[in-house]
């Protein structure tokens, strides 16, 4: 028969985690999907080609004899990857008798699902197969130790063809790409080129900015490199920059108490080594540089400043096992749209497009969130507006603003100022970026911004919305901005005023 091109199954990925959960959302195996997903990119196996045998042997478990052993390639003894397992309370020497045309045949019997998949996923590391690239070597090899031997009563080809097919059919990442499994600088070099690709301006700064002079306090990587990686932590400086401190980092007075977005790329640089210089005299220096793995100022560049996988100090004790983001901004300063999706868009990647990292985004913190894992971690870091947005994304799985135009990227500078579409016709930009007298910098973006013109924008009429209170932040499921005398909500694909003079009248008794 044809072997597609899924022929090879070592050292690739081809469906994303989140993907390989999804299928395995009606299964019994259901909550050790992401267990045995990230056991498999560890050991260099495509989980594709378990959840293609997990399908075959036992419909996802849910028939067969699997229902009773709980493992997944449905083998029989002895159980291989015994350290790992044995934390996932591996019955070892448990096995029982197949009935039916197994009877002769014992079987492994595992005492959870975890323990089932990561022992299928080792005996194609440890076994007899451990030598083999090709599917097709597993299913039919010339020494007739195979996977599925026509003497227990298989068929290897239609075994084989069964495979093949469903890995064909469910594939969602291209090998030819991202579909390799990568060390940390191929993996953070990739990230690179995706959010390049993606339209964001990235500035490579890896070995660049200066780090502690004492190699003994040089970072490292977290415990397991990129499989370590079981959080993320989005971070915003949070000082107190004023015009004059800005002035004095870089050289540059840009008239304004914050991290302007119009900052050259040197500037940002100053600040970069200012934050290092900085990082590095913590604890009685030994921080062994800048905190931060990858930065986004309010300009919109990415700067990144450590592999994937680096262990930085900027969370107690959640140091060994994250990454860290961050976001320079001044204390109170709103994001910008253009901050705001290069943000987002690395979420994305690093919770999607990474398949040796188990972070998803179930594990996105903002850094005060962190205090959980250790009471050290009291601080206001990463201000209201961003918290906002990392527990949307945490709550639903997915960017917090729209990635798929360039909305995010089309600004119009000052009240009013609307600038001119190169055939000579008025712009419309969708992104606003107000100087609100008493609060400073405000933006307002799409889908907000269309019906805040709508209604008068500041002065249009004598009931127009006014300028904004805040920055656009969740309520639940609902997207939400205050202005001087409106509330605009987005639901969905729904844009609306929210009704705050009936809570206002019912928060006082005076309505039902």
Wanted: glycine share 10%; aromatic share 10%.
């Amino acid at each position: 028969m044809a072997v597609a091109q899924t022929s090879t199954f070592r050292r690739v990925v081809r469906i994303t985690r989140a993907k390989f959960i999804r299928l395995l959302a009606g299964s019994p195996a259901a909550s050790a999907a992401g267990a045995v997903y990230d056991y498999a990119v560890a050991r260099g196996i495509d989980p594709l080609l378990i959840i293609a045998i997990f399908r075959h042997e036992s419909s996802f478990g849910t028939a067969g004899w699997a229902t009773k052993t709980r493992s997944w390639g449905n083998t029989r003894p002895p159980s291989f990857g015994a350290a790992e397992i044995g934390a996932y309370q591996q019955d070892s020497g448990r096995y029982t008798k197949a009935p039916g045309p197994y009877e002769q045949r014992s079987l492994c019997a595992y005492a959870n699902w975890t323990a089932g998949g990561l022992s299928t996923v080792a005996r194609l590391v440890e076994h007899v197969y451990r030598d083999r690239d090709r599917i097709e070597q597993i299913f039919i090899h010339p020494t007739g130790q195979v996977w599925a031997p026509a003497g227990d009563a298989n068929n290897p080809d239609g075994y084989l063809n069964a495979v093949i097919t469903y890995m064909n059919l469910q594939q969602d990442v291209d090998e030819a790409t991202e579909g390799q499994i990568m060390n940390p600088q191929e993996r953070t070099d990739a990230m690179i080129a995706a959010l390049r690709a993606a339209g964001c301006e990235v500035i490579d700064v890896r070995g660049k900015l200066p780090v502690n002079p004492h190699p003994a306090n040089r970072y490292g990587l977290v415990r397991g490199g990129l499989g370590g990686v079981t959080k993320v932590v989005q971070h915003w400086t949070g000082d107190s920059f004023n015009r004059a401190t800005v002035r004095q980092v870089t050289g540059t007075d840009y008239g304004v108490d914050r991290i302007s977005e119009a900052m050259s790329v040197d500037d940002e640089l100053d600040m970069l080594r200012w934050y290092a210089n900085y990082h590095i005299s913590k604890d009685g220096g030994s921080w062994g540089g800048i905190a931060y793995g990858t930065l986004f100022f309010p300009s919109g560049r990415v700067y990144v400043a450590w592999n994937i996988g680096t262990l930085t100090y900027h969370a107690f004790s959640v140091n060994g096992y994250s990454y860290a983001l961050c976001c320079p901004n001044a204390n109170g300063q709103a994001l910008t749209p253009r901050q705001l999706a290069a943000m987002n868009r690395t979420w994305l990647y690093l919770f999607e497009e990474t398949p040796e990292i188990p972070a998803a985004w179930a594990d996105l913190l903002g850094h005060a969130e962190a205090k959980r894992f250790d009471a050290q971690n009291q601080t206001s870091c990463p201000g209201p507006e961003i918290l906002r947005h990392v527990q949307r994304a945490r709550s639903t799985g997915k960017p917090t603003v729209s990635l798929a135009s360039n909305a995010a990227g089309a600004i119009a500078d000052g009240l009013g100022k609307t600038p001119t579409a190169p055939d000579g016709e008025a712009a419309n930009p969708s992104a606003l970026r107000l100087d609100v007298p008493g609060l400073g910098e405000r933006w307002i973006i799409e889908p907000i911004l269309s019906t805040w013109r709508e209604a008068g924008g500041v002065f249009g009429n004598p009931n127009a919305p006014g300028y904004p209170r805040s920055g656009m932040y969740a309520e639940g499921d609902t997207m939400v901005q205050w202005f001087e005398r409106a509330r605009i909500e987005v639901k969905g694909e729904t844009v609306s005023f929210g009704l705050v003079g009936l809570e206002a009248a019912q928060a006082a008794g005076k309505a039902a």
